[in-house]
């Protein structure tokens, strides 16, 4: 799965510099010089970092081959994506990266199936975006006494919902 950690912005100066803006939670990990990162559209890429360094409180991120301002303009809107695969497991037992637990098949602490987990929002609370087996979104939020287990390996999530909360869509 690739993941966008980044997208490019306008260009920055008359040697190729643009701005990132930056959708990792590891930057200095992500953007060092001689990172080679994907692209979106993929004709434009892989594109190699040559230089980062911040400047008014964003990235600027300077690629091979890319050495005066018309060469980082067409550059601007390109996503920068690199492979889940290429992500180290986080050392927190309790903590994953969303490409971990999307995909993952959902149930109760009694082994009914819900469905499976489709996305995760973030805002205030972590919020896991399950799909129902009967097709409607289930939102539960993602708290040890909701999600009690996760299991990568085995594909799985048991929740513990309290009553009501898997049954919200009959109210629309």
């Known amino acids: 799965m690739r993941l966008v950690v980044g997208r490019i ?8 510099d643009v ?19 994907n692209t979106d559209p993929e004709s434009v890429g892989p594109l ?7 400047h008014s409180g964003r990235l600027l991120v300077r690629f091979k081959g890319k050495a005066d301002r018309d060469a980082a303009e067409a550059l601007r809107g390109t996503a920068l994506l690199v492979d889940s695969e290429d992500i180290a497991p986080l050392d927190d037992p309790d903590e994953f990266h969303d490409h971990e637990l999307i995909g993952l098949t959902a149930v109760t602490t009694d082994g009914t199936a819900i ?12 919020v896991l975006v399950i799909t129902a087996e009967a ?5 539960v939020p993602f708290v040890a ?13 048991t929740l513990d919902p309290p009553p009501g909360l898997l049954d919200l869509h009959t109210n629309d």
């Open 115 to 126: 469905g499976r987990v489709d996305d995760i929002l973030h805002y205030a609370q972590d």
């Open 19 to 37: 701005a990132v803006d930056v959708r990792t939670d590891d930057p200095d990990a992500r953007f060092v010089d001689g990172a080679v990162l």
């Open 145 to 157: 006494p909701l999600v009690p287990e996760v299991d990568v390996a085995a594909g799985r999530i």
């Open 48 to 54: 190699t970092i040559v230089s980062t360094r911040r």
């Open 9 to 16: 912005g306008r260009a920055h100066g008359i040697r190729g």
């Open 135 to 139: 097709g409607h979104e289930v939102l």
